[in-house]
């Protein structure tokens, strides 16, 4: 069963269509990498994907669960962490994930206050954290269950270098164990380092859906100015 698929599907914005007839089928074990300009439609998608916008047309399913239809039930399979986290701000980060775990029905919080080097400040509350470790809060509680599917939009924002090779280590360690990782990045690095696959997307369209070759490497920077180019030409 496909951890995430996507057919024929269109969102527009009343005269403007941000997404223009989409196919995307992904994997369990998969780590993909979304990249593509602001206004291609990434996020569009992903709202879509975790149930927060209606499809204009097409069908959207996660683990098996047509998102359309019932976006509750897909939720439970998803974690997400959006670009702009919205966090209860007036609970401490432990008591935010002890109630991620207590909805999820799992437990792991003081893995995930581990994970993420909160511990020291796990008893603050989430209002006076920074940016950084707001954005690890959110990662946590995203992680907390092991979900099957994992959508992250610009994760990685605002944390320092030795908190991003962790995440990306765990991203790694999840994506081996089966869970599918959808991450949308403007860093080409990131994506080039850490992922088994890009899609690329521009103007609604996917562009571009590329196996990165490990061995021989890939020179993701030319193959996206090749098919942005590409794309501003059609």
């Known amino acids: 069963m496909s951890a995430i698929k996507i057919s024929g599907l269109v969102k527009n914005y009343g005269r403007v269509q ?22 291609a439609g990434k996020s569009t998608t992903l709202k879509i994907l975790t149930g927060q916008l209606p499809a204009t047309e097409g069908g959207v399913t996660v683990a098996g669960v047509d998102v359309l239809l019932d976006p ?3 939720r439970r399979h998803i974690g997400y962490v959006p670009e702009e986290p919205a966090l209860y701000e007036y609970l401490t980060a432990r008591e935010f994930l002890e109630f991620v775990a207590a909805v999820r029905g799992v437990d792991g919080v003081e893995e995930a206050l581990a994970f993420t080097e909160l511990h020291a400040d796990g008893e ?15 990662l946590a509680a995203a992680i907390l269950a092991k979900p099957p599917v994992l959508i992250l939009d610009e994760a990685l924002n605002g944390l320092d270098p030795p908190s991003a090779a962790r995440v990306k280590g ?15 990045t403007h860093v080409l690095d990131t994506a080039e380092r850490l992922a088994d696959r890009v899609i690329m997307i521009a103007q609604g369209r996917i562009v571009a859906d590329e196996r990165l070759d490990r061995e021989n490497g890939t020179d ?5 100015l090749e098919r942005m180019g590409q794309a501003g030409d059609d």
């Open 124 to 138: 603050r509350l989430i209002r006076e954290y920074s940016q950084g470790m707001r954005r690890k809060t959110a």
């Open 170 to 184: 765990r991203l790694r360690e999840l994506s081996d164990e089966g869970a599918c990782v959808l991450l949308s």
């Open 220 to 224: 993701l920077e030319a193959l996206f």
């Open 18 to 39: 941000a997404l223009k007839g989409i196919d995307l089928t992904l994997n369990p074990g998969e780590l993909v990498a979304f990249i593509g300009p602001n206004g």
């Open 72 to 74: 509750g039930e897909a």
